[in-house]
Antibody
Framework: QVHLVESGGGVVQPGRSLRLSCAASGFTFSLYGMHWVRQAPGKGLEWVAVISFDGGNKYFADSVTGRFTISRDNSKNTLYLQMNSLRPEDTAIYYC???????????????WGQGALVTVSS | EIVLTQSPGTLSLSPGERATLSCRASQSVSSSYVAWYQQKPGQAPRLLIYGASSRATAIPDRFSGSGSGTDFTLTISRLEPEDFAVYYCQQYGSSLTFGGGTKVEIK
């Protein structure tokens, strides 16, 4: 079965960087687009970024454009989110999620990881 | 950006009752690209419905979705104890946005 496991969360000061990883198993990772979605404590869901199956197409939410980068290593079945210039409002649980499509286009989120908590605070 | 408004904010019902959740979009959602998710406390969301009306894998048939254009509905025909949770709608026709959620609580 599909299994997604995020790691790399923690407490970081404003302005610093953090990289999240998402290890995938149970499906052919290299065939599917992948997303990051976040949820601030006690709040709703916010889409962050998407990457196509081959890394060739990437899209970002306006709130993170220019600060966050999404990438993948298909040889390691791993998705990444590089977060730079972090702000207190980036504090959230970050979920990786599988797209049912290969493209880096907008899609429903077919499967989700359990999430990684990122806290931005001085 | 398409804004999704979910109503009601909270729905208080008893097991066995029918739940009707609404999701209204600020503009028409192309090709009915609307999905619904269920989220329980401390858990990740789970996909229930995509394409406005198609059930995701292993989702019981008491869950159904309908609608088009700007108005979409999630119906739970008979609430089971495990259905009490927060439900989110999402559109993926133009970028990706979520509604604010509807909490279905035990009356």
């Amino acid at each position: 079965q599909v299994h997604l496991v995020e790691s790399g969360g923690g407490v970081v000061q404003p302005g610093r960087s953090l990289r999240l990883s998402c290890a995938a198993s149970g499906f052919t990772f290299s065939l599917y687009g992948m997303h990051w979605v976040r949820q601030a404590p006690g709040k709703g869901l916010e889409w962050v970024a998407v990457i196509s199956f081959d890394g060739g197409n990437k899209y970002f939410a306006d709130s993170v454009t220019g600060r966050f980068t999404i990438s993948r290593d298909n040889s390691k079945n791993t998705l990444y989110l590089q977060m730079n210039s972090l702000r207190p409002e980036d504090t959230a649980i970050y979920y990786c999620a599988k797209s049912p499509y290969s493209s880096g286009s907008y899609s429903p989120f077919e499967y989700w990881g359990q999430g990684a908590l990122v806290t931005v605070s001085s | 950006e398409i804004v999704l408004t979910q109503s009601p904010g909270t729905l208080s019902l008893s097991p066995g009752e029918r739940a009707t959740l609404s999701c209204r979009a600020s503009q028409s959602v192309s090709s009915s690209y609307v999905a619904w998710y269920q989220q329980k406390p401390g858990q990740a969301p789970r996909l229930l419905i995509y394409g406005a009306s198609s059930r995701a894998t292993a989702i019981p048939d008491r869950f159904s979705g309908s609608g088009s254009g700007t108005d979409f509905t999630l119906t739970i025909s008979r609430l089971e104890p495990e259905d009490f949770a927060v439900y989110y709608c999402q559109q993926y026709g133009s970028s990706l946005t979520f509604g604010g959620g509807t909490k279905v609580e035990i009356k």
